[in-house]
């Protein structure tokens, strides 16, 4: 019998408008725009798979269906890869491509929140608990934060929250959790708020956009208010649930990028060119000599 606590789900929440990368973002959905040389939402999908997610759930809007094509065969371009005799090229999309019936797609039909996207999915993750992974955010680390969360669920049980520490001017931008007992990894979660006004954050520990949670969070969402940004808030739904349920914390201790702002784009394209052998041995010399010219 399946392991009824077992994380086999996750929501990817991509129905984003991405206005702050115009024009780019006029034709190509921000979870497309690549860094390197695979698109942003391959790393994410990359970090659930490893943390043993099964099945993966896109929660997408209108102009958003070339992340489905993504996610499917390309018949016309293998066929032409067959013709060339690029195996390498063929290995690369048979390794991307995930097993028929794993993945499942819902659009959310108004831009009301995350609370809202991840209500969307409702139906296609039914009674069980899963996790929601933020495409913007992609991370780096010895060990993929959804898995480092996985393990530390194994222990505590309820739902697991990944947080990160940043600078207490920044606490505003981000949902901030209180910081109560330690456990494993973490720690307990006592408060939560969503993007707090300046000087009033619970610490300086802020969710960094992945999430393990129980399905009860569902009829929660279902009746949420608006919240900060007159969205439906999934942190002010995620507080209502503590009031029942338990939330630790898992502390991720590696570098996140926010792909969903362009310093952090820029970043992550950089990080991951310079841990990449081939690119590295091109880029290195040049980068530092664009640097150091400044
Ligand atoms: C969302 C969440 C917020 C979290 C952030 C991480 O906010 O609501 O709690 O800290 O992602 O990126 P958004 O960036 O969508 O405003």
New binding site residues.
């Given amino acids: 019998m399946r392991d009824k606590r077992k994380v086999r789900k996750a929501v990817f929440p991509v129905a984003?408008l991405g206005t702050r990368f115009l024009p780019a973002t006029k034709a190509v959905p921000k979870e497309m725009l690549t860094v390197v040389d695979k698109p942003v939402i391959q790393y994410v999908v990359d970090e659930a798979l490893e943390a043993g997610i099964e099945h993966l759930i896109f929660v997408t809007g209108r102009s958003k269906a070339v992340i489905e094509d993504y996610f499917d065969i390309q018949v016309e371009l293998e066929q032409t890869l067959r013709d060339r005799n690029k195996q390498a090229e063929l290995t690369l999309l048979d390794t991307i491509l995930p097993t028929a019936g794993t993945t499942s797609f819902t659009r959310q039909q108004s831009p009301l929140g995350?609370g809202h996207a991840v209500w969307c999915a409702r139906e296609l993750v039914g009674d069980e608990p899963f996790a929601v992974l933020?495409p913007?955010?992609i991370m780096k680390g010895e060990k993929g934060c959804l898995k480092g969360m996985v393990e530390l669920y194994a222990q505590s049980g309820g739902n697991v929250i990944a947080v990160e520490e940043c600078a207490p001017d920044q606490a505003h931008?981000?949902?901030i959790v209180g910081v109560g007992d330690r456990i494993g990894d973490g720690f307990r979660i006592t408060k939560m708020v969503?993007?707090p006004a300046k000087g009033t954050a619970p610490s300086n520990f802020?969710?960094?956009?992945r999430y393990i949670l129980q399905p009860e969070i569902f009829p929660i969402l279902a009746t949420q208010e608006r919240g900060a940004?007159n969205e439906i808030?999934?942190?002010d739904g995620m507080l209502k649930l503590s009031e029942w349920q338990q939330f630790a914390a898992y502390h991720f201790r590696g570098t996140t990028y926010?792909c969903?702002a362009k310093d952090g784009f820029i970043l992550a394209n950089v990080a991951f060119a310079l841990e990449r052998e081939d690119i590295r041995a091109l880029v290195e010399a040049p980068l530092k000599d664009l640097v150091g010219g400044l």
């Fill in positions: 984003g995350l933020l913007d955010m931008k981000y949902g969503e993007k802020f969710i960094n956009g940004g808030q999934l942190t926010d969903g």
